[in-house]
């Protein structure tokens, strides 16, 4: 995820001014902060369309070998524009997702309106887990992530125990699906706000 916000430069670009200052009121943000992602994803939007494709973020250096790429893609084009097949995900967009991972402050975390609090950021994690985005994930989605995680080489059998020992703990209600309730169950043992934050964005 870092990779997607890790470049900036000082030059300011003017153009976006207006709308960035606009972006920066509505998200509580310095408008400093909110020009340096802008230019972080206008180097991402690589013919300067104003825009970014799939293949633009499935570019970014560094995102490339991350075993999940393809469904934090996924997530954030779950915001883009569609229209006559072709995809286009603006500044405003990419910002909203990426602001998932702003720290959150203390009095906002268990506050689900805000975009950075701690179930939008476990909400997030769940998606990445769901990868036929229908709002619950079965016993193969859990399979198929832990094969992105550790690559095809390794013995099936014991990947497909795993998924179901996974599985048979979280599922309380025995309907063979994680529901994002049973998920969010078993994060509480997590540490979200730290690890799901990029100090970048703070
Ligand atoms: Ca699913």
């Given at each position: 995820m870092g990779n997607l916000i890790s470049y900036c430069d000082d030059k300011s670009d003017l153009k976006f001014r207006d709308e960035d200052n606009a972006l920066a009121a509505k998200w509580q943000m310095s408008e400093k902060k909110v020009s340096l992602l802008r230019k972080r994803f206008n180097s991402i939007d690589r013919e300067a369309k104003g825009f970014s494709t799939r293949g633009d973020l499935l570019s970014v250096k560094g995102l490339v070998?991350?075993?999940?790429i393809d469904r934090i893609v996924e997530i954030f084009f779950q915001k883009a524009d569609r229209k006559e097949g072709e995809e286009k995900l603006y500044f405003s967009q990419f910002l909203e997702t990426v602001l998932i991972f702003r720290p959150v402050k203390e009095r906002d975390v268990?506050?689900?309106?805000?975009?950075?609090s701690r179930i939008n950021k476990v909400r997030f994690a769940y998606r990445m887990y769901d990868l036929d985005n229908d709002g619950s994930i079965s016993k193969d989605e859990i399979l198929g992530v832990l094969v992105m995680m550790v690559?095809?080489?390794?013995?099936k059998e014991q990947l497909e125990e795993i998924a179901e020992r996974a599985m048979r703990e979280v599922d309380d209600d025995a309907d063979n699906t994680m529901s994002f309730e049973e998920y969010a169950k078993i994060m509480e043992r997590v540490a979200v706000e730290e690890k799901m934050s990029i100090k970048f964005l703070e």
């Amino acid at each position: 995820m870092g990779n997607l916000i890790s470049y900036c430069d000082d030059k300011s670009d003017l153009k976006f001014r207006d709308e960035d200052n606009a972006l920066a009121a509505k998200w509580q943000m310095s408008e400093k902060k909110v020009s340096l992602l802008r230019k972080r994803f206008n180097s991402i939007d690589r013919e300067a369309k104003g825009f970014s494709t799939r293949g633009d973020l499935l570019s970014v250096k560094g995102l490339v070998l991350n075993p999940f790429i393809d469904r934090i893609v996924e997530i954030f084009f779950q915001k883009a524009d569609r229209k006559e097949g072709e995809e286009k995900l603006y500044f405003s967009q990419f910002l909203e997702t990426v602001l998932i991972f702003r720290p959150v402050k203390e009095r906002d975390v268990n506050n689900p309106d805000k975009v950075n609090s701690r179930i939008n950021k476990v909400r997030f994690a769940y998606r990445m887990y769901d990868l036929d985005n229908d709002g619950s994930i079965s016993k193969d989605e859990i399979l198929g992530v832990l094969v992105m995680m550790v690559g095809p080489h390794v013995d099936k059998e014991q990947l497909e125990e795993i998924a179901e020992r996974a599985m048979r703990e979280v599922d309380d209600d025995a309907d063979n699906t994680m529901s994002f309730e049973e998920y969010a169950k078993i994060m509480e043992r997590v540490a979200v706000e730290e690890k799901m934050s990029i100090k970048f964005l703070e």
